[in-house]
């Protein structure tokens, strides 16, 4: 397993920006799948968005698709979530995941898949 650490969380107004980031140690990134989840208050924990290992494909849920965008610097073992167009139904403890086996874009939507987790970031969008 690696290792994850979730920063860039914070306080946003609405139809402002964020950048998450999940930094990765005890393995290199450059063959995991990454994704992002995250759990609002009194809710489950929801998919967002994944990444391939070589940042080829990429899914995400419909909820965030054309506002969110998921990005990875294998050289820097981190994975990143760049949040725009932000809105209070977006405030959630987010968590970046990940699993070194192969890309599928229906699969890497289940928690099930990944075997890595970070320990969260909250993210709260005031309106």
């Known amino acids: 397993q690696v290792q994850l650490v979730e920063s860039g969380g914070g306080l946003a107004q609405a139809g402002g920006s964020l950048r998450l980031s999940c930094a990765a140690s005890?393995?290199?990134?450059?063959?995991?799948?990454m994704g992002w989840f995250r759990q609002a208050p009194g809710k489950e924990r929801e998919f967002v968005a994944a990444?391939?290992?070589?940042?080829?494909?990429?899914v995400y849920a419909d909820s965030v698709k054309g506002r969110f965008t998921i990005s990875r610097d294998n050289a820097k073992n981190t994975v990143y979530l760049q949040m725009n167009s932000l809105k209070p139904e977006d405030t959630a403890v987010y968590y970046c995941?990940?699993?070194?086996?192969?890309?599928?874009?229906?699969?890497?939507?289940?928690?099930?898949?990944?075997?890595?987790w970070g320990q969260g970031t909250q993210v709260t969008v005031s309106s």
């Open positions: 005890g393995r290199t990134l450059s063959s995991y799948v």
């Open positions: 990444i391939s290992n070589t940042a080829d494909s990429t």
């Open positions: 995941a990940g699993d070194g086996s192969m890309w599928y874009s229906a699969v890497v939507q289940r928690e099930s898949w990944y075997d890595s």
